[in-house]
């Protein structure tokens, strides 16, 4: 059974920090792409940050500089570190995991952890 447990999210100041961690089970986590999303209220849910099985690492416009994404294959861990955080960055954080099978694509979602961003 496939599992990804999101923990690390809660409430801080803006401009404050958080380090957001996705520990996965069940799969080969090494040959897996790895991505945070987030989901705001009444919005959609859109890409955060990634990085590739190889530790290629991609992030939206509106987080480059702030955001890093890493991962640590040994512990299974994919890590999302947030600093000078804002208001607009509120919202549910989800970790996925990703494998292209050629005819499909297999990938894997965690439960979310909610970050707050409010003074």
């Known amino acids: 059974q496939v599992q990804l447990v999101e923990s690390g999210g809660g409430l801080v100041q803006p401009g404050g920090s958080l380090r957001l961690s996705c520990v996965a089970s069940g799969i080969i986590f090494s040959i897996y792409n790895m991505a945070w999303y987030r989901q705001a209220p009444g919005k959609q849910r859109e890409l955060v940050a990634a990085?590739?099985?190889?530790?290629?690492?991609n992030s939206a416009p509106s987080v480059k500089g702030r955001f890093t994404v890493s991962r640590d294959n040994a512990k299974n861990t994919v890590y999302l570190q947030m600093n000078n955080l804002k208001p607009e960055d509120t919202a549910v954080y989800y970790c996925?995991?990703?494998?292209?099978?050629?005819?499909?694509?297999?990938?894997?979602w965690g439960q979310g952890t909610q970050v707050t961003v409010s003074s």
């Open positions: 996925n995991a990703d494998r292209n099978r050629g005819a499909y694509v297999e990938d894997y």
């Open positions: 990085i590739t099985r190889g530790g290629i690492t």
